[in-house]
């Protein structure tokens, strides 16, 4: 088997869990409290603000020039997401600068990105198997949500989120990721594979609690 289908049916469960997460149910249906949401994108901005950082950190120490290219642009994607969607998206929340830089990470968050600095920090391979995860998973349950609410999404407030991770274009990516996860895992050995696959359900771990603590 591939590595990311390794990765796969060792994380499946969490992210159908994920999808029936009291949060994301509350999003699909239209009622999830304003104010959980505001808190959910502050955090998600603290979150991708060193998500990048740790993308860069990765490009910095990979061999194959195919992967670092795919690196830099990923980095290029995720900053403009963040300053052309994601902020000005949380202005029209009634998020105020103020509120930006004088908030600070929750304890689930800030522990998650420990743990995606110290993956990265062990190899090419596990900090791209960590940092997929996430990406991966958003794309599983958006579209997990979808199928099952079908044209009652298109009423909720929150359709949005839904649509950006079911995309064809955030889809693509995630192929990509996974094509060059599996290219530079190729010849590891059963004891890596296993390692692997414990530093991915670890995120994955990581993800659900960081929904269950907005709740």
């Known amino acids: 088997m591939k590595l990311s289908e390794l990765l796969y049916e060792r994380t499946r469960r969490l992210w159908d869990e994920a999808a029936e997460n009291p949060f994301v149910t509350a999003m699909a249906d239209g009622t999830l409290d304003a104010q959980c949401f505001k808190a959910y994108m502050l955090q998600d901005y603290y979150y991708l603000k060193e998500y990048i950082g740790i993308l860069e950190q ?10 670092a290219d795919f690196l830099k642009r990923a980095v290029r994607a995720t900053r403009c997401e963040l300053e052309t969607v994601h902020i000005p998206n949380m202005k029209q929340l009634g998020i105020t600068d103020e509120e930006i830089q004088g908030g600070e990470k929750n304890a689930v968050c800030a522990e998650y990105l420990q743990y995606l600095k110290a993956a990265a920090q062990e190899g090419t391979v596990r900090g791209l198997a960590a940092l997929l995860q996430c990406s991966w998973s958003y794309a599983y349950i958006a579209e997990a949500v979808t199928l099952r609410y079908g044209d009652r999404l298109g009423s909720s407030a929150y359709a949005g989120w839904f649509r950006a991770y079911t995309s064809e274009e955030y889809t693509a990516a995630n192929r990509d990721w996974t094509d060059i996860l599996d290219r530079e895992a190729e010849g590891i050995d059963n004891a890596e594979a296993e390692k692997l696959c414990r530093i991915f359900e670890s995120c994955a771990h990581f993800e659900n ?7």
């Open 209 to 215: 609690s960081f929904m269950n603590a907005l709740i």
């Open 58 to 67: 990765i490009e910095k120490q990979v061999e194959s020039p195919g992967t």
